[in-house]
T-cell receptor
Framework: KQEVTQIPAALSVPEGENLVLNCSFT??????LQWFRQDPGKGLTSLLL?????REQTSGRLNASLDKSSGRSTLYIAASQPGDSATYLC??????????FGTGTRLTVIP | EAGVTQFPSHSVIEKGQTVTLRCDPI?????LYWYRRVMGKEIKFLLH????????ESGMPNNRFLAERTGGTYSTLKVQPAELEDSGVYFC??????????????FGEGSRLTVL
């Protein structure tokens, strides 16, 4: 059974700092890995989706990497802004056609 | 284009009562998923529809939960009778059907259920 872990559970950084969020998964047989953002009381917004054949995806200040063999993915946020404050979730999609989520990292960017 | 919409946003009921949650997926999305997040736990898969058919309901916790998607459009998730441990946020998501892979998921804002 796939298990997804995110470390740290919470992170506070000053504005402008670069940061890395970590995600690990136990079963490397995934179709893709997706990073989401959740604002309080809101739904999940997809940020980046990395197919199993890819190593990384970039969107603006965000860069996500995937290393299937080691069961790891990272989300790199450059030049953080207060508007980046949210909970970030990673999810691994398996052959069962559903997503296994981590518990998330709550990010606070301090102005 | 409207996103995934869920109703109600918050429901407070007493143990033993019935609640029905509704999800309207993005128009044209054949795949519809239900997920649930209980307090302090990760979001977990409940079930997956492709059009009106249940593709996978392996995540449904027990027979008090009934999901339907008549006509392949909106879906309902009924909990009857509700128990305290059913409290949490129920998310719906949809995606296009593109061959064997469903593609990127779009989530609704969730329906928060509180069972007293």
């Amino acid at each position: 059974k796939q298990e997804v872990t995110q470390i740290p559970a919470a992170l506070s950084v000053p504005e402008g700092e670069n940061l890395v969020l970590n995600c690990s998964f136990t079963d490397s047989a995934i179709y893709n890995l997706q990073w989401f953002r959740q604002d309080p009381g809101k739904g999940l917004t997809s940020l980046l989706l990395i197919q199993s054949s890819q190593r990384e995806q970039t969107s603006g200040r965000l860069n996500a990497s995937l290393d299937k063999s080691s069961g790891r993915s990272t989300l790199y946020i450059a030049a953080s802004q207060p508007g980046d404050s949210a909970t970030y979730l990673c999810a691994a999609e398996t052959g069962a056609n559903n997503l296994f989520f981590g518990t998330g990292t709550r990010l606070t960017v301090i102005p | 284009e409207a996103g995934v919409t869920q109703f109600p946003s918050h429901s407070v009921i007493e143990k033993g009562q019935t609640v029905t949650l509704r999800c309207d997926p993005i128009s044209g999305h054949d795949n519809l998923y239900w997920y649930r997040r209980v307090m302090g736990k990760e979001i977990k898969f409940l079930l997956h529809f492709v059009k009106e058919s249940k593709q996978d309901e392996s995540g449904m916790p027990n027979n008090r939960f009934l999901a339907e998607r008549t006509g392949g459009t909106y879906s309902t998730l009924k909990v009857q009778p509700a128990e305290l441990e059913d409290s949490g946020v129920y998310f719906c998501a949809s995606s296009r059907y593109s061959g064997a892979r469903p593609g990127e998921l779009f989530f609704g804002e969730g329906s928060r259920l509180t069972v007293l």
